[in-house]
């Protein structure tokens, strides 16, 4: 009998040890890490491609949308990390959206890369697209998710609440994510 409690004890830690994982990269629509996935890619093929090319950044929102999310100020064309972008704010200056698309260079696959660089970091999906989602700050009031419109083109969304504490960011950007995909024409070969 005694000799069974060192035993289970053991197969208790082992089993702990198994189904702890880390935070960081943990979450919702993260692929499990398993020797038989490790070889995989992490990032799934978009099914579904919708177009980026030719929607102007500031058209990527209706104004339906713009307002749903309390935005009162028309958006500003704005060149963001090299590429043309839009960036959006209300009046009381209490939250801003930027936008931009990165059409060329495989965007999800280079952040992947640099996942050890942020404190959060998820692989996830908008709108059934694969998706990463990234702060710069655990705590902070800024999220920014890369979506895979279609090989090769991926749209950039941060949010920032302006007021620290005021919001948590993450949910609205995935918001506003959703939406622009939703408003996308389908990509045609």
């Known amino acids: 009998m005694r000799r069974s409690i060192p035993i289970v004890v053991a197969l208790a830690a082992a089993l702990a040890g198994c189904s702890a994982g880390s935070a960081r990269s943990a979450g919702a629509g993260a692929a499990p890490a398993s020797s038989a996935s490790a070889s995989a890619d992490p990032i799934p093929p978009v099914r579904d491609p919708k177009n980026l090319v030719g929607t102007p950044p500031c058209a990527l929102l209706t104004p339906a949308q713009l307002t749903a999310n309390r935005i009162d100020q028309s958006g500003r064309p704005k060149d963001i990390v090299g590429a043309p972008g839009c960036e959006w704010s209300d009046r009381a200056y209490t ?82 994510a959703e939406a622009v995909m939703g408003n996308l024409p389908p990509h045609t070969s």
């Not at 990165?102 to 999906?125: C, K, M, S, W």
């Open 95 to 176: 939250r801003e959206i930027s936008m931009w698309a990165d059409i060329g260079p495989d965007v999800l696959h280079n952040n992947y890369a640099q996942r050890d660089t942020y404190p959060v970091f998820e692989i996830t999906q908008v709108a059934g697209h694969p998706a990463i989602r990234t702060k710069n700050l655990v705590n902070g009031t800024s999220c920014h998710f890369v979506v895979a419109a279609a090989e090769k083109q991926t749209l950039n969304v941060r949010f920032t609440s302006l007021r620290q504490g005021l919001e948590e960011p993450c949910g609205p950007a995935r918001a506003l």
